[in-house]
């Protein structure tokens, strides 16, 4: 089993519309949460931490379960510019640090 | 400008050949990474380095090879032990090991033919 497992999409919607992405992980003891954004052919950017509580940032959106080891990511009113390959990340610690372990991608499609 | 810079963006190279990929940084942070990219698939470490004169293995640290001799510098050598070395490579770095945001380079496509 993967650490980290988003579905990889790709999720297609019209503009305007509301998507959600999921991610689960299996360490229990992982300590913080993230999603990045990567645009085709670049690299990834960090675009939001997840806090416990829930956070929100202007349209997005994510929230954390730790009793379910789940993740989620929300986005209202998409953008055509939103359009980019969306990753979980989780940092674990290893022997000697911590490490960030990244999920695959979800990959999401905004049409006009 | 502060950043990461990576060269080349593309690299062709011959099978059975070393290569190595430059990465800097004018960041002044002290931990740096080496991350591969295939198709589909999540980031995975090769290297990471939490201070000059110190590198770690990552999860698939085979056929590669690092150094750390200054902070703002971690090339990374990928050797002819490498059995599929085509892939999409990124160097990160950030304040520490465990800090939340890691910033990346723009990455070099490595095609070996």
């Known amino acids: 089993r993967k650490e980290v497992e988003q579905d990889p999409g790709p999720f297609n919607v019209p503009e305007g519309a509301t998507v959600a992405f999921n991610c689960t992980y299996s360490n229990s003891a992982s300590q913080s949460f993230f999603w990045y954004r990567q645009d085709c052919r670049k690299e990834p950017k960090l675009l939001m931490s997840v806090y416990s509580s829930g956070n929100e940032d202007g349209r997005f959106t994510a929230q954390l379960n730790r009793a379910s080891q789940y993740i989620s990511l929300l986005i209202r009113d998409s953008k055509l510019s939103d359009s980019a390959t969306y990753l979980c990340v989780v940092l674990s610690a290893g022997d000697s640090s911590y490490k960030l372990i990244f999920g695959s991608g979800t990959r999401l499609l905004v049409r006009p | 400008d502060g950043g990461i810079t990576q060269s080349p963006k593309y690299l062709f190279r011959k099978e059975g050949q070393n290569v190595t990929l430059s990465c800097e940084q004018n960041l002044n942070h002290d931990a740096m990474y080496w991350y591969r990219q295939d198709p589909g698939q999540g980031l995975r470490l090769i290297y990471y380095s939490q201070i000059v004169n110190d590198f770690q293995k990552g999860d698939i640290a085979e056929g590669y090879s690092v150094s750390r001799e200054k902070k703002e510098s971690f090339p990374l050598t990928v050797t002819s032990a490498q059995k599929n070395p085509t892939a999409f490579y990124l160097c990160?770095?950030?304040?520490?090991?465990?800090?939340?945001?890691?910033?990346f380079g723009p990455g070099t496509r490595l095609t070996v033919l």
């Open positions: 990160a770095s950030s304040y520490a090991t465990g800090y939340n945001e890691q910033f």
